[in-house]
């Protein structure tokens, strides 16, 4: 079986009820997504993905005109509360699934 996107996971939570527009509008730090609350889920997320959410983070980070990756997570909401690998796995997994959810909601306006 073929590893799970993140756009496979966000797709599936939403199959379960999650609202992509409230991940957006609120972020995952309100526990909106319900999968990923705990550092414990946060961190295992981030490592299965790591590879993705590194590739969105480059081309991210390209885009915003950053010099490199760490500027670009720097200004993240969150960022200066990261003070440990646990904190920075959590931060990136709620900004991929929240980016996610943003590029969603944009697919499906723009084929409406």
Do not use: P
């Not at 999650?18 to 981030?46: M, R």
């Amino acid at each position: 079986m073929d590893k799970q996107t993140i756009r496979d996971f966000v797709l599936s939570e939403e199959q379960d009820g999650l609202n992509i527009d409230e991940v957006v509008q609120h972020g995952c730090v309100s526990g909106v997504v319900s999968a990923l609350i705990y550092y414990s889920d946060t961190v295992k997320f981030y490592d299965e993905h790591e590879e993705e959410i590194w590739e969105l983070l480059d081309d991210h980070s390209q885009n915003y005109g950053c010099n490199n990756v760490l500027e670009f997570v720097g200004g993240f909401n969150g960022a200066k509360h990261v003070g440990d690998l646990e904190q920075f796995k959590n931060l990136l997994a709620w900004w991929s699934v929240e980016e996610t959810c943003h590029h969603l909601i944009n697919e499906r306006e723009e084929a409406a």
